[in-house]
């Protein structure tokens, strides 16, 4: 590792050898050391979650030309942590995560691993970008996301970004965009998550599914009418999530004498 490169750690929930992680990569191994540490298998839905009762492992699983692939046992977040406590030479100057196989905008933020990801290491207060396709397909193509990978990274690298803010970005299924916009999370519900089954040795067993639907459909500023026009949807993301004008309304519980 060369210290005068930016040196960059990537992550997912997709797994080391999901096509999202890899073209990631390669979009961005000009742009400085690259250390990726990431699931041996999926873990998407993790969110922030980190493994407290059970030990991890480390794998080695490639070293060539300033990149180096491990991966991990655990969650996204436990790579994150992993990967700065024990493999990284240095405290590294971005966190990327994905390229993520699936729409992370609106509520599905709460949920992701591959936001996980970069709220880790927005919370490390290292500058910190989660990439997602709106494309579940694991052979998706990824092609048509690359100029715009590396303008974003090339950006932050040069510009960092607010302490305690990291950015969602969202892609499109499409061969081309529209341009970027910079756009606040979508309200959104999800409904109808669980379908129940009969198990033929007698018992009932239930898959987690589940049908989004937009809760304002009419709003023009929101991640979600981005996606649906065609444009890559940028969303700076708080790890704060106080909410300071309820806590200002709330302050005369301070008088409370009980």
Same mark, same amino acid.
């Given at each position: 590792?060369?210290?005068?490169?930016?040196?960059?750690?990537?992550?997912?929930?997709?797994?080391?050898?999901?096509?999202?992680?890899?073209?990631?990569?390669?979009?961005?191994?000009?742009?400085?050391?690259?250390?990726?540490? $990431?699931?041996?298998?999926?873990?998407?839905?993790?969110?922030?979650?980190?493994? $407290?009762?059970?030990?991890?492992?480390?794998?080695?699983?490639?070293?060539?030309?300033?990149?180096?692939?491990?991966?991990?046992?655990?969650?996204?977040?436990?790579?994150?942590?992993?990967?700065?406590?024990?493999?990284?030479?240095?405290?590294?100057?971005?966190?990327?995560?994905?390229?993520?196989?699936?729409?992370?905008?609106?509520?599905?933020?709460?949920?992701?691993?591959?936001?996980?990801?970069?709220?880790?290491?927005?919370?490390?207060?290292?500058?910190?970008?989660?990439?997602?396709?709106?494309?579940?397909?694991?052979?998706?193509?990824?092609?048509?996301?690359?100029?715009?990978?590396?303008?974003?990274?090339?950006?932050?690298?040069?510009?960092?970004?607010?302490?305690?803010?990291?950015?969602?970005?969202?892609?499109?299924?499409?061969?081309?965009?529209?341009?970027?916009?910079?756009?606040?999370?979508?309200?959104?519900?999800?409904?109808?998550?669980?379908?129940?089954?009969?198990?033929?040795?007698?018992?009932?067993?239930?898959?987690?599914?589940?049908?989004?639907?937009?809760?304002?459909?009419?709003?023009?500023?929101?991640?979600?009418?981005?996606?649906?026009?065609?444009?890559?949807?940028?969303?700076?993301?708080?790890?704060?999530?106080?909410?300071?004008?309820?806590?200002?309304?709330?302050?005369?519980?301070?008088?409370?004498?009980?």
């Amino acid at each position: 590792m060369n210290e005068k490169r930016p040196l960059i750690l990537i992550s997912n929930d997709d797994g080391y050898e999901s096509l999202g992680i890899n073209s990631l990569i390669e979009y961005v191994r000009d742009m400085g050391d690259v250390i990726v540490c $990431a699931p041996d298998a999926a873990r998407s839905g993790f969110s922030c979650a980190f493994s $407290a009762t059970e030990p991890l492992l480390l794998t080695l699983r490639a070293e060539s030309d300033g990149v180096q692939i491990w991966s991990c046992t655990g969650t996204p977040v436990d790579c994150v942590k992993l990967a700065l406590s024990e493999i990284c030479p240095r405290k590294p100057d971005l966190v990327l995560s994905g390229i993520n196989h699936g729409d992370n905008g609106s509520v599905n933020t709460h949920y992701s691993g591959t936001m996980g990801v970069a709220m880790e290491g927005c919370m490390k207060y290292i500058p910190s970008v989660a990439f997602s396709l709106c494309d579940h397909n694991p052979r998706a193509c990824f092609k048509p996301l690359r100029s715009y990978v590396r303008e974003i990274v090339k950006r932050v690298l040069a510009e960092g970004l607010p302490m305690g803010v990291c950015l969602n970005v969202n892609f499109p299924l499409a061969t081309e965009f529209r341009g970027v916009k910079v756009c606040r999370m979508a309200h959104g519900t999800w409904g109808n998550e669980v379908v129940k089954a009969r198990h033929p040795r007698g018992y009932d067993y239930y898959w987690l599914v589940g049908s989004y639907t937009s809760d304002e459909p009419q709003a023009t500023d929101t991640d979600n009418r981005a996606l649906t026009d065609g444009y890559v949807a940028v969303t700076p993301t708080r790890i704060d999530v106080t909410d300071y004008e309820t806590m200002n309304r709330l302050k005369d519980w301070e008088n409370l004498i009980l």
